[in-house]
């Protein structure tokens, strides 16, 4: 068929932030929607959210209560969220009441009453809530199918958008003709794990639309239920073309061993011990940057905003003055059931409003230990995505990693995530006469030369500032217990891939 | 602490709306009708409105509560009933005896004026507890379309 010759669906908007995204730029109009979920889920605030976005004097929004909450409560609980708009009642929202008509009768005079209705007020949006009392009381399976049939056909002829709201089993989703009928099935989930409450949203089918499937946070806030697509709001956003532009420290000898600095929208992991000056390290890199005209953000889990702009005064970094420009924002996101989706909205969301090109992550430890238990156990998974996104959009990220200090081992990070960054430095001690010294090395950088030297270096209260040589007169330095072998030392010029010997 | 459920006296500002709800309605009628007639078609155009949203036995629930609590403030009200579909019955049965022992309450139609004002006020103030002022002025919009409701606190106006 003839592309112009195909009806065009309009897409409305849910009214809910991020769920746009999901069911891939809007609901369908006209569409017959379940949600489904157990209580308190979010059923009906999604639906509120819903209606209150498309809901006009001309084409106003019935909501049909049956035996569920009372419509009193119900009023009473949704008017708290933001979105609730009481002008927008009684002219653009309608709640009817069909207790009685349910109770007293059978689903014929239901549907009786809802058609009446709908015959009297022409509306675009349509809600049963919650449809499921309705049809738990005792009747055939055919009068029900029947009941659904007609009912979706209706709506679907009267040009209305339609949520049937109700409290669902997983195991219920089988052979139930309600889900057949339906054109979109919103299942709801919030499930205990550990101390905390996850809450997930699944499109299970929505016919005519390219929805992201699989499952997404959401949280319910003070202005309803906020969904966090696992595309992070990204999809169909093309990939910026490779930078060679360098991003430097600040720290000329770090700087050189990088070959530069880093390569723009590369993901950088500094990985050390306690106390090896990782977020020292990455405090000047945010501050190099806004000193270039770069914007940054620093996302800190172990500390607060305040505590972290202040101990980068004791190092002559100014981070207040940034954050009063709007060149520097300091997440804090400690929750501790956070999802890495919603995380990730918190810092697109920076990155998207002071235009930011550098962004910190201190630390990937912190970062998990915000996460809710059963986020932590896609917490690979999660960075992968994550960085992804926001590499993809040009941003250059460096996290910091606590690495336990081995003196058998040289490990890079305790998350087997190495092969998700382009570039890894690692800080670690080593013992050298009689003193627990510190000593820097650039293991990897994707697609840039980059120097080999071990160096030493020191935390002042410049920062991190790099010892003059090379450290050539020791063996096994990064075994953390180095041997003297008695070797001239180096130059100061590092050695790099390309060819530059380094003296020996 | 919001506590106007609690208290023995209505809420000023519902009582000023019922007030003048019942003006509104003694005016669209005939002037040779009884007082309480005012007060039965003010308390039908609120069950028909608040009926549709909250359901028949919502609104007897709603209307037997402030039945309760109106008769704490108005005895002349010792005689009227909430049926089971939320209608409002034996209004304007006045107990003689008080009438007659306890003039200070005033007459029969004194009573019934303020059995009416006092019987609508609880009425309004329960949805004032539960929705606050702007959906309960909203709804009580709705009930009266022909009516201008700039607030609570200001007189009810006939739409040009």
């Given at each position: ?237 093309l990939k910026d073309p490779p930078s060679h532009r360098r991003l430097c420290f600040g720290i000329p000898e770090l700087d050189k061993m990088l070959g530069g600095g880093v390569r723009e929208g590369d993901s950088v992991l500094v990985a050390g011990s306690s106390g090896t000056g990782k977020s020292v390290l990455a405090t000047q890199f945010i501050a190099e940057g806004i000193r270039k005209g770069e914007p940054g953000i620093v996302a ?205 | ?160």
């Amino acid at each position: 068929m003839n592309t112009e010759d195909r009806v065009a669906i309009n897409k409305l908007p849910t009214g809910v932030p991020g769920l746009d995204e999901i069911v891939g730029g809007g609901l369908p109009e006209f569409s017959f929607n379940i949600i489904a979920g157990a209580p308190g889920s979010g059923k009906t605030t999604l639906a509120h959210q819903f209606v209150f976005a498309n809901a006009t004097p001309e084409r106003p929004a019935l909501y049909f209560t049956v035996l569920g909450e009372s419509s009193i409560k119900m009023l009473r609980y949704q008017q708290q969220y933001t979105f609730f708009d009481s002008a927008k009642l009684p002219n653009s929202i309608r709640f009817i009441n069909l207790s009685q008509v349910v109770l007293e009768k059978d689903l014929g005079a239901v549907l009786e009453q809802i058609t009446k209705e709908i015959e009297k007020s022409n509306p675009a949006v349509v809600v049963v809530d919650s449809f499921r009392t309705m049809v738990r009381k005792p009747q055939s399976d055919l009068d029900l199918q029947s009941f659904i049939q007609r009912l979706a056909l209706f709506l679907a002829s009267w040009q209305a958008t339609t949520f049937l709201i109700g409290e669902y089993a997983e195991d219920e989703l089988r052979d139930n003709p309600i889900f057949t009928v339906a054109d979109g099935l919103f299942w709801l989930r919030q499930t205990p794990e550990r101390n905390s409450i996850v809450r997930k949203l699944q499109i299970i089918k929505l016919r005519g639309q390219d929805s992201v499937p699989g499952l997404h946070t959401f949280r319910i806030t003070d202005a309803g239920v906020q969904a966090f697509s696992r595309t992070f709001g990204l999809t169909g956003h093309l990939k910026d073309p490779p930078s060679h532009r360098r991003l430097c420290f600040g720290i000329p000898e770090l700087d050189k061993m990088l070959g530069g600095g880093v390569r723009e929208g590369d993901s950088v992991l500094v990985a050390g011990s306690s106390g090896t000056g990782k977020s020292v390290l990455a405090t000047q890199f945010i501050a190099e940057g806004i000193r270039k005209g770069e914007p940054g953000i620093v996302a800190v889990f172990e500390e607060r905003p305040q505590a972290y702009a202040e101990r980068a005064t004791t190092l002559g970094l100014d981070l207040e003055t940034p954050q009063k420009d709007g060149k520097l924002k300091i997440l804090y996101l400690r929750p501790l059931d956070l999802s890495v989706d919603e995380t990730m909205h918190s810092i697109l969301d920076a990155v998207q409003r002071i235009g930011a090109k550098r962004l910190v992550i201190d630390s990937l430890a912190g970062f998990e230990m915000a996460l809710s238990p059963g986020f932590r156990a896609d917490f690979r998974e999660s960075l992968y995505r994550m960085i992804f996104a926001l590499t993809g959009i040009g941003v250059t990220i460096l996290s910091t990693v606590e690495v336990d200090e081995s003196f058998t081992e040289f490990p890079f990070s305790t998350y087997s995530i190495s092969f998700l960054t382009d570039d890894i430095i690692r800080l670690r001690y080593v013992s050298i006469d009689g003193q627990l010294r510190k000593i820097m090395v650039v293991i990897k950088m994707r697609g840039g030369n980059h120097a080999k030297d071990i160096r030493e270096y020191e935390i002042t209260d410049k920062g991190v500032v790099i010892l003059g040589k090379r450290l050539s007169d020791y063996q096994g330095l990064i075994s953390g217990i180095p041997v003297r072998s008695n070797r001239p030392d180096s130059t100061e010029v590092p050695s790099q891939d390309t060819g530059i010997k380094s003296k020996t | 602490m919001n506590d106007a459920g609690l208290n023995m006296t209505t809420p000023p500002k519902m009582r000023d709306l019922a007030h003048r709800l019942l003006a509104y309605e003694a005016v669209e009628g005939k002037t040779s009708e009884l007082e309480e007639a005012a007060t039965l078609r003010v308390y039908e155009k609120l069950r028909q409105s608040l009926g549709e949203f909250v359901g028949a036995t919502g609104f007897q629930s709603l209307a037997f509560r402030a039945l309760t609590q109106a008769k704490s403030e108005a005895p002349g009200l010792w005689a009227v009933q909430i049926a089971a579909d939320g209608s409002l019955q034996g209004l304007g049965e006045f107990e003689p005896q008080l009438v007659e022992f306890e003039p200070q309450l005033g007459s029969g139609k004194d009573q019934a004026s303020e059995g009416g004002v006092v019987l609508i006020a609880r009425l309004l103030g329960l949805l004032l507890i539960f929705l606050g002022g702007t959906l309960t002025l909203r709804l009580v919009q709705s009930a009266w379309p022909g009516a201008a409701f700039d607030d609570c606190n200001s007189e009810i106006r006939r739409k040009a």
